[in-house]
């Protein structure tokens, strides 16, 4: 959520920021927000003076009763009061609920160095790092891959609970675990603590990370509960400080974690849709800060240069890509990308997200710090996907694959596979 004093003083920044973002048809909303909130402002000073002459009254009262003088010419005017109060009160309880509805459906506002474009084919390419090696054999998909190694059921899977979730074997379960716990060392090492989080929170909750509009249908509920699966870590990192207030000192705050996440949402795009590349039920490493407003912008570039370092260890080739106005989220105000390189696919394809969402969560959770000058105002939440290791073990599949069937696995992560280098047929 922007702050509504952004559009009482400058409303323009906020008109031009849903330009640029190709929002056009949510212009009008600022006009009406406006409106209402001068509205609430009215009934409260209307309010505070019904208040004000309420207590006038009752010392009137008192004083005419102690000088035994008739107090019916105000009478009748104090009984009236309580209910002129309540009506108005109930004005502004309505009209501050509808402002929070369409302020929760305004986005962040970008931060100027976004490219300007409507959509995905219009982001930025910034960089590509790894050498693509092109195989003198036909690449097979990850899924044919790990069938004929017997490290993968995906049949089974989708008769346990249809298509999108997967029994992984043997040495793949393995490679999930050891990306898993290489991805939590690799950030130990940058100073984060680990968090285990729970996997499901409620809809308010839920409400302060996400927009609920976007992703009702992606998200999974619990039925006869306030209750959903997490999409993320994300989803359960950043409301951890809900309504709380954090020492100027303690900031930044690095947390990650591991945790399986849910998504309803699969599709059918790219040539393999059986498989790891998507799927109802992942896991995945996050790296969530909630930051001092003045370093947020430097702290995205050091989480995205945090992701770049653990794939190019993987001997992954992938390309970093900053996301236009028109693809990046309502919640973040700069986004970078890294897509790895599936030869399988012959293209790059997303595996990380690094975000500054500013305050905009932090509004909505109510998360603050306190200044040194001990007043108050909302941490900046950044957050970063270290790896969902299903993407990740596709993209391991593929570009570590050999002529005769075995994948090459990286050597960072072979000290968690008991030493093996390679994975083959028994």
């Known amino acids: 959520m922007i702050d509504i004093r952004l559009?009482?003083?400058?409303?323009?920044?906020?008109?031009?920021?849903?330009?640029?973002?190709?929002?056009?048809?949510?212009?009008?909303?600022?006009?009406?927000?406006?409106?209402?909130?001068?509205?609430?402002?009215?009934?409260?000073?209307?309010?505070?003076?019904?208040?004000?002459?309420?207590?006038?009254?009752?010392?009137e009262i008192n004083t005419l009763k102690k000088q035994n003088k008739d107090v019916k010419p105000i009478l009748k005017e104090a009984k009236e009061l309580p209910e002129k109060i309540k009506e108005r009160e109930t004005s502004m309880e309505n009209l501050q609920n509808e402002i929070n509805y369409y302020m929760l459906r305004l986005p962040n506002i970008l931060h100027e160095s976004v490219p300007k474009g409507k959509d995905a084919s219009e982001n930025k390419e910034i960089r590509k790092v790894g050498k693509i090696e092109k195989k003198n054999f036909e690449i097979k998909s990850h899924s044919d891959l790990a069938e004929e190694l017997k490290i993968a059921d995906f049949e089974a899977g989708r008769k346990l609970a249809g298509q999108g979730f997967n029994y992984l074997l043997g040495d793949l379960a393995l490679l999930d675990l050891a990306l898993q716990r290489y991805g939590i060392d690799f950030l130990v090492k940058k100073s984060f603590k680990v968090v285990i989080p729970p996997i499901l929170i409620r809809?308010?909750?839920?409400?302060?990370?996400?927009?609920?509009?976007?992703?009702?249908?992606?998200?999974?509920?619990?039925?006869?509960?306030?209750?959903?699966?997490?999409?993320?870590?994300?989803?359960?990192?950043?409301?951890?400080?809900?309504?709380?207030?954090?020492?100027?000192?303690?900031?930044?705050?690095?947390?990650?974690?591991v945790t399986p996440?849910?998504?309803?949402?699969?599709?059918?795009?790219?040539?393999?849709?059986?498989?790891?590349?998507?799927?109802?039920?992942?896991?995945?490493?996050?790296?969530?800060?909630?930051?001092?407003?003045?370093?947020?912008?430097?702290?995205?570039?050091?989480?995205?240069?945090?992701?770049?370092?653990?794939?190019?260890?993987?001997?992954?080739?992938?390309?970093?890509?900053?996301?236009?106005?028109?693809?990046?989220?309502?919640?973040?105000?700069?986004?970078?990308?890294?897509?790895?390189?599936?030869?399988?696919?012959?293209?790059?394809?997303?595996?990380?997200?690094?975000?500054?969402?500013?305050?905009?969560?932090?509004?909505?959770?109510?998360?603050?710090?306190?200044?040194?000058?001990?007043?108050r105002d909302y941490v900046h939440i950044l957050n970063n996907t270290m790896v969902a290791t299903s993407r990740a073990m596709v993209a391991i599949l593929e570009n570590h694959q050999n002529k005769d069937g075995s994948i090459n696995i990286p050597k960072v992560l072979q000290p968690y596979l008991f030493g093996k280098n390679k994975i083959s047929r028994d």
């Open 7 to 59: 559009l009482r003083e400058n409303p323009k920044i906020v008109k031009d920021n849903l330009k640029k973002r190709f929002k056009e048809d949510k212009i009008n909303l600022i006009d009406e927000i406006i409106e209402k909130d001068r509205l609430v402002r009215d009934l409260k000073k209307e309010t505070d003076d019904l208040r004000q002459r309420r207590n006038e009254l009752a010392q």
């Open 261 to 375: 996440c849910f998504r309803k949402e699969i599709g059918s795009r790219g040539v393999d849709t059986k498989g790891l590349f998507r799927m109802h039920q992942f896991n995945k490493v996050e790296q969530v800060i909630f930051s001092k407003p003045e370093d947020s912008y430097k702290i995205l570039e050091e989480i995205q240069k945090i992701s770049e370092e653990f794939f190019k260890s993987l001997e992954i080739p992938f390309r970093v890509i900053e996301i236009c106005s028109g693809d990046i989220g309502d919640k973040q105000a700069k986004q970078y990308d890294i897509e790895a390189w599936f030869p399988r696919q012959d293209s790059y394809k997303e595996v990380t997200s690094a975000s500054n969402c500013t305050d905009y969560q932090a509004r909505r959770l109510n998360i603050k710090y306190l200044k040194k000058d001990t007043s």
């Open 203 to 257: 809809k308010e909750t839920m409400e302060g990370v996400v927009n609920m509009a976007d992703f009702e249908e992606v998200i999974y509920k619990i039925e006869n509960e306030d209750l959903y699966l997490i999409g993320t870590a994300e989803n359960s990192l950043v409301p951890i400080f809900k309504d709380e207030k954090i020492d100027y000192d303690e900031l930044p705050i690095k947390l990650c974690a």
